[in-house]
């Protein structure tokens, strides 16, 4: 039996240098789980493409709401020549009835716990329609497999992953719902084998929370400290609150980490329920960890409810103020099953649902304070000038003068600016005006959601 496991792009005609990309795991994981009398051929549609010239006995593709029309595409391909096509990921998850028409079977929540299953019925010709997987065990799902040709990273990075779950449930994000409201962890043990046999010593570990439970993260960091790695992650702005946690991320290799900022407003912090409600503690929270040697990359978005054209040079100065050497821009996205999604278009302020343009780089709904053409513009004026050239210059110095002084750090920073200021001439779509009161077709989520049930039943 022979599958494929595809990781699609939006845009299969354009690649990312190998050298360029950062590490997934979703496809190692799958790998991980089909049995091993299988053969698994994985393809990162960002860096390869796809062959279509061999026969498959099963296609499996992971689909996020930005590649649901490559995904589309393939799976169409795929099934008009005979091959049986499984959709999963997050847009298949929330979108399940959507993703069945293009699919012989869709996986619902997290693979682990139903993926054998899925390759055994397809061997046997009895694919079910819908399958539904509960929060797994992680400890009992194999370490991913690093056998692939898919770790042709920067600097040799790979993903790495010690927890799933989210506590906060904001409105405009569907981790709580995907992987639930409660942190479950892989044991230290589990974690250190698999950093040992993954042959790297550079990793991104893609916990939406690597701080997220202290006493876990206390004997994790103990545990890698020794192993002599860099690593980055996501973590919780609360970090700063709990010194001795902080050091011991710092000694267990912790070079930088992606917050969730946000926003640089009291409003829209105050809106979201941010740990910090003011500038001035949020401030002082990113001058702890930067002491502490941990350099602080910061998530912000635009087109808040609470923002007004005022918060384009605020997020600027607050930038400049603090030191910040790069930072992920987003405009708000109203991703379909969130409860921001849901809100717009009972409030019939979603410009659009073409999935292409959900990808944080487009406007896709109708500002509170301001046009969505005024958003965009916003948008492409923030990126460009924290990255120009004088910003990036600027943004280098500020690394080098971070201690320890760490070159792969550096050179990381410097290399995520370079690649932003390509990012600034991409950033130029808005989607055309639906007429006001038009009514937009709204995907319906025909078929029950176990996740949903179970993160509202344990919250």
């Keep these: 039996m022979r599958v494929l496991l595809i990781s699609p792009s939006p845009d299969p005609d354009k690649k990312v240098k190998s050298g360029l990309k950062f590490s997934q795991l979703t496809l190692p994981v799958l790998a991980s789980l089909t049995p091993p009398d299988v053969e698994v051929i994985a393809v990162d549609e960002e860096i390869d493409d796809v062959d279509f010239s061999r026969s498959y006995d099963l296609v499996g593709i992971t689909c996020m709401t930005a590649t649901a029309r490559r995904t589309y595409e393939l799976a169409d391909r795929f099934r008009a020549r005979g091959d049986a096509v499984v959709l999963g990921g997050i847009h298949a998850t929330v979108l399940p009835q959507e993703a069945s028409l293009h699919a012989d079977a869709v996986v619902i929540g997290e693979a682990e716990g139903c993926w054998g299953a899925v390759v055994e019925d397809c061997r046997r010709g009895s694919l079910q329609p819908f399958y539904r997987s509960e929060f797994p065990d992680l400890n009992r799902a194999p370490l991913p497999r690093r056998d692939l040709g898919l770790d042709r990273t920067v600097f040799n990075t790979m993903g790495l992953e010690t ?3 989210c506590p906060y449930n904001c409105e405009f994000c569907s981790v709580t719902d995907f992987y639930g409201p409660h942190i479950r962890h892989r044991s230290v043990p589990n974690v250190i084998e698999d950093i040992k046999r993954s042959g790297s010593r550079v990793f991104m570990i893609t916990d939406d929370k690597v701080t997220g439970h202290a006493a876990y993260s206390r004997e994790l960091f103990e545990a890698i400290a020794p192993l002599g790695i860099t690593w980055v992650g996501q973590s919780s702005i609360k970090l700063a609150q709990d010194r001795e946690l902080l050091t011991l991320c710092r000694k267990s290799g912790c070079a930088a980490l992606f917050f969730g900022l946000e926003s640089v407003s009291t409003s829209g912090m105050q809106s979201l329920r941010k740990a910090y409600n003011t500038i ?86 109708r500002p509170n304070h301001m046009s969505p053409e005024k958003l965009q513009d916003g948008y492409r004026y923030v990126l460009k000038n924290f990255y120009s050239l004088t910003g990036i210059a600027r943004h280098l110095g500020w690394s080098l003068g971070m201690t320890p002084l760490i070159p792969r750090r550096i050179l990381f920073f410097l290399l995520w600016n370079i690649v932003n200021v390509a990012l600034v001439n991409k950033v130029d779509r ?16 025909e078929v029950p959601l176990p996740y949903r049930r179970s993160a509202r039943e344990n919250a």
């Excluded at 409030?347 to 780089?361: A, C, P, Q, V």
């Excluded at 808005?430 to 989520?445: F, H, R, T, Y």
Aim: hydrophobic residues 40%; aromatic residues 8%; negative net charge.
């Design 163 to 165: 927890t799933r779950g």
């Design 280 to 365: 001035e503690e949020t401030e002082e929270a990113i001058r702890i960890i930067q002491d502490h040697g941990i350099a602080f990359h910061p998530s912000i978005v635009l087109g808040l409810d609470t923002d007004t054209p005022a918060i384009f040079d605020d997020t600027l100065e607050f930038l400049g103020r603090n030191r910040i050497p790069s930072l992920t821009l987003n405009l708000m996205t109203p991703y379909p099953g969130t409860r921001l999604h849901q809100r717009l278009a009972q409030e019939g302020r979603l410009i659009s649902t073409d999935w292409d343009y959900y990808d944080h780089k487009c406007v896709v709904f």
């Design 430 to 445: 808005v989607p055309a005006l639906a007429p006001d009161g038009a009514a937009l077709e709204i995907n319906s989520l």
